[in-house]
């Protein structure tokens, strides 16, 4: 069974900066041979695509919401995924998933948890002065 534990949320004041990880792991799971992706779920908002990077790491994807202030990449060798976050806002607050899409389009990732094969339990990022 695949595992994906995010890990890295936290509370930060606007402006501020952090970095969320999730470690892959699971038997029969080759992490470098698909696409990865981050999705979000703000306070009694549904689920909301962040970005998504290509098996090999050389193309990322990004939501316009979070676009030049969020970075995505990747670690092959140890089956790792992370999400740069800088210039934070209170509207990023939320609780954040790495997820293995089904499909990617080559634009925009889906926001719909059935687009999925896997999912994390979440980390929470708040951001608040």
């Known amino acids: 069974q695949v595992q994906l534990v995010e890990s890295g949320g936290g509370l930060v004041q606007p402006g501020g900066s952090l970095r969320l990880s999730c470690a892959a792991s699971?038997?029969?799971?080759?992490?470098?041979?698909?696409?990865m992706s981050w999705v979000r779920q703000a306070p009694g908002k549904g689920l909301e695509w962040v970005s998504t990077?290509?098996?090999?790491?050389?193309?990322?994807f990004y939501a316009n919401s979070v676009k030049g202030r969020f970075t995505i990449s990747r670690d092959n060798a140890n089956d790792m995924l992370y999400l740069q976050m800088n210039s934070l806002k209170p509207e990023d607050t939320a609780l954040y998933y790495c997820?293995?899409?089904?499909?990617?389009?080559?634009?925009?990732?889906?926001?719909?948890?059935?687009?999925?094969?896997?999912w994390g339990r979440g980390t929470q990022v708040t951001v608040s002065s």
């Open positions: 997820a293995t899409p089904k499909t990617f389009s080559g634009t925009y990732g889906s926001s719909r948890k059935e687009d999925y094969d896997h």
């Open positions: 699971g038997p029969g799971f080759t992490f470098s041979s698909g696409y």
């Open positions: 990077i290509s098996d090999l790491g050389r193309r990322t």
